[in-house]
Structure formats: C-alpha cells, structure tokens
C-alpha cells in the first residue's frame, strides 16, 4: 500500500488543523492505520492509532483530548484532527499503516507516507 500524508502549513497556538492520509490498493481496511510525528532532531514518536480491528482509537498521553485519528475506508483515507495545539507539536508527521499489528511502535508499521510539516507558532 502506498500512502500519500498532506494538511501541513503553519497554525497559531490555540489553533486547529487536519491532517489526511490517502492509502492506495483495495485492502484499505484490513490494516491498522496510525499517525507518528518526529520533531528536529529527536526521534520520530507515537501520535495516534487505531486498534488491528479498527474498533478502537488509542493517543499519546501528549495529545489525549486535544488530537482524533479517524478513517474513512471507503475513501481509503485516514485522518488525524488536531485542536488545541501547542508550539511542543511542530513536527513532520506521519501516516503509517501496519497489516499485522497495532502498536505504539514504529518498528511494527511496514508503510510509511512521505510526511507533513506543520508548525505551530506560539
């Protein structure tokens, strides 16, 4: 699957962006679909995820209550909505898609898209 991240640009504190993730291939469904952000010079860190069922949604203590990763399988897209943001929230980040588990970790996603800068200014 490839996957194609767009939404970035820059954004006030207090402010709110969304963020889409278009998958390519006919199995959108069956992956587990989550976002990853890495921050200049720091290691890219867990954002959001759904559950391998897709049932369920699970945050980063960071982002709880202010980010919602959603999905769209008939438009193959994911998305991630983001209120409340911070200047601690700059980053480049990424949509990745995993067909055999869900986890915080970016070892277990197998697709990556290319990344979406946005800056948060304070």
């Known amino acids: 699957v490839q996957l194609q991240a767009c939404g970035g640009g820059l954004v006030q504190a207090g402010g709110c962006l969304s963020l889409s993730c278009a998958a390519s291939g006919r199995t959108f469904s069956s992956y587990a679909m989550a976002w990853f952000r890495q921050a200049p010079g720091k290691e890219r860190e867990f954002v959001a995820a759904?559950?391998?069922?897709?049932?369920?949604?699970y945050y980063a203590d960071s982002v709880a209550g202010r980010f919602t990763i959603s999905r769209d399988n008939a438009k193959n897209t994911a998305y991630l909505q983001m209120h409340s943001l911070k200047p601690e929230d700059t980053a480049v980040y990424y949509c990745?898609?995993?067909?055999?588990?869900?986890?915080?970790?970016?070892?277990?996603?197998?697709?990556w898209g290319q990344g979406t800068q946005f800056t948060v200014s304070s």
């Open positions: 990745a898609a995993s067909a055999r588990v869900s986890s915080r970790s970016t070892r277990d996603y197998d697709y």
């Open positions: 759904f559950t391998r069922s897709g049932a369920s949604t």
